[in-house]
């Protein structure tokens, strides 16, 4: 083999067996794969260092052959997904199709969450400076939020944190991995058709801390009241 031949190889060096049955696994899971579930049914049992090591060869594999997919890890798992490049035609493919999408008002309360839990609604409401018993409801709903306790202050509320699912909805691995408030705006913009940017003022406004004066009902006729004891048996 010529020495040029040879350079060749090492720049785009082929998959192994091992990481093919990797990338067959992803593929064909409709959901987020963990290390454990992968390790199980790999070859070898192959430990988490090495299934990391791994998606990155195949990725960058996919990059050099310039596919439209690529592995991302996020919410403690692995999960093919389509290049942001090729999005805009997805759209369009997809456009019938209806998604529900978060309002401004439940992505308000998610980022205090996110960037402060555990904390409980009277607390967000003080931040916001608006009732919240929609927002809240939708994100309970949704399974993006849940209680995580109750606080040792009067009344013992109840303390809300964020889900496995939430990680997965905007694409983080770990809340570790959390954005600044930013770049959090930014993905929210992707999960919203159309959003003014007052409104994603007031939404960066509404998870820097700074408790609202004055206190308003947030939608009073369209909002519908969280039932929390209800929630928390339901656990």
Known sequence: MSKAAKNTANENPILTEEMRILEA????????????????????????RKIRAMVEEINAHLQRERHPFE???????Y??????????????????????KLSIQA??????IAYKQP???????????????????????RKLVTVGG???GPG????????????????????EDLPSIEEFEAIAREKMEEISDEAFTDMEQSAGIAPAENQQTENPANEEVVDEQQ???SR
């Open 71 to 77: 592995i991302v890890e996020m919410a403690g798992g």
């Open 119 to 141: 904390l409980s609604k009277a607390e967000i409401e003080a931040i916001r400076g608006v009732l919240s018993d929609g927002a809240m409801k939708t994100l309970l709903e």
């Open 79 to 100: 999960q093919f997904r389509t290049v942001a490049y090729y999005h805009p035609w997805l759209r369009k493919l997809l456009q019938e199709k209806t998604v529900k």
């Open 156 to 175: 013992r509320p109840l303390l809300y944190v964020t889900t496995p699912d939430f990680l997965r909805y905007f694409g983080i691995n770990k809340l």
């Open 231 to 233: 929630n928390e048996e």
């Open 25 to 48: 696994l992803l593929f064909a899971s409709d959901e987020l794969l963990t290390p454990a579930k992968i390790k199980k049914a790999m070859p070898g049992e192959p430990d988490a």
């Open 107 to 112: 992505l308000e309360c998610l980022a205090i």
């Open 150 to 152: 109750r606080s040792d």
